[in-house]
């Protein structure tokens, strides 16, 4: 496929080990394949489409991979759920505003808090100059604020 190259360039930009990019490229085929029919050329190009796919395969991997901690027996089993129910709430509007943002600005957000990464480390992945990703991740963290203060009202 015409894609595979860039696509797997891109992957290994977001994921510096090699294994773990070729198994996320992977699996953005696999979904391409499996979404074939329901691709809509109105809505995008072919390309942006197939990028969209795994701008969220790497995402999904940050997701999968980010390190637990188990907790302890007395926190684990609360009494009250309530605070559960909160956090959840809270993640689902955290996520929701996640997607209001630009893929530049979600992709330092996850890979900043999610991963872990320092913002030298996603300069450098994204081959952008350390101040320029400063003032990137302060406007993303402006624009989640704004929304996630909008969402709770």
């Known amino acids: 496929m015409e894609y595979s190259d860039k696509v797997l360039r891109y992957v290994r930009s977001k994921i ?6 070729e198994d996320v490229c992977s699996a953005v085929f696999l979904k391409v ?24 395969a790497v995402i999904d991997f940050y997701r999968r991979s980010r390190e637990t901690a188990p907790l ?11 605070e559960d129910i909160c956090n959840d709430e809270m993640l689902d509007l955290l996520a929701s505003a996640l997607e209001s943002l630009s893929p530049r600005e979600s992709d330092v957000i996850v890979l900043h808090y999610y991963s872990g990464k320092s913002l030298k480390e996603i300069a450098a992945s994204m081959q952008m100059s350390y101040s320029n990703m400063k003032l990137l991740h302060q406007k993303a963290l402006s624009k989640l604020k704004k929304l996630l203060q909008f969402k709770e009202e």
């Open 16 to 21: 510096s080990d090699p294994q773990d990019a």
């Open 72 to 82: 302890d027996e007395e926190i684990a089993c609360t009494e009250n759920g309530f």
């Open 33 to 56: 394949q499996k979404g074939l029919s329901l691709y809509d050329h109105a809505k995008s190009s072919f390309s942006t489409w197939i990028y969209s796919i795994a701008r969220n």
